[in-house]
């Protein structure tokens, strides 16, 4: 799905970037403890990346999982509540995730159901990024960023 969703941004001109798959390091049967290192670097990474001062805002890739439509787990809500308090645009890519409502709602979180051309329109009206060149950071939770 990350493939289309870079082929589908491509399309609009905007360059983007898939960053590292965890599921990657689960293959490589590292321990409990060497995972959790690795992926709380990865976490902080990203947390970095969403904090950054070129860094427009996040789009949540949040499909169906475990049976509930528009699933936002808790790594992710930890990327929108750093995106929310860094004061960037918060985009999920389907539509509102009901066990979140309260805060995404309160976060002003934009639902685009599979609309990418909503943050297409913003990004070209924000003065922001209208002097940059656009570039997405794609992950789970594809972040949006103006390089």
């Known amino acids: 799905m990350m493939l289309e969703?870079?082929?589908?941004?491509?399309?609009?001109?905007i360059e983007s970037v898939a960053p590292q798959d965890e599921r990657r390091y689960v293959e490589l049967s590292l321990s409990e403890r060497d995972f959790a290192r690795v992926k709380r670097q990865m976490s902080e990474k990203y947390f970095r990346i969403i904090r950054g001062r070129s860094v427009y805002?996040?789009?949540?890739?949040?499909?169906?999982k475990h049976g509930r439509?528009?699933?936002?787990?808790?790594?992710?809500?930890?990327?929108?509540?750093?995106?929310f308090n860094a004061k960037k645009k918060i985009y999920l890519l389907q539509d509102?995730?009901?066990d979140l409502r309260d805060e995404l709602v309160a976060w002003d979180a934009v639902s685009l159901r599979g609309d990418l051309s909503v943050i297409v329109r913003d990004l070209a009206n924000h003065t922001f990024v209208k002097e940059r060149q656009l570039r997405f950071e794609l992950s789970d939770n594809y972040r949006i960023r103006a390089v």
Do not use: D, K, M
């Open 57 to 64: 805002g996040i789009l949540v890739a949040n499909f169906e």
């Open 69 to 83: 439509p528009n699933y936002i787990g808790p790594n992710t809500l930890a990327e929108i509540a750093i995106a």
């Open 96 to 98: 509102i995730y009901a």
């Open 5 to 13: 969703l870079q082929a589908q941004l491509r399309s609009y001109g």
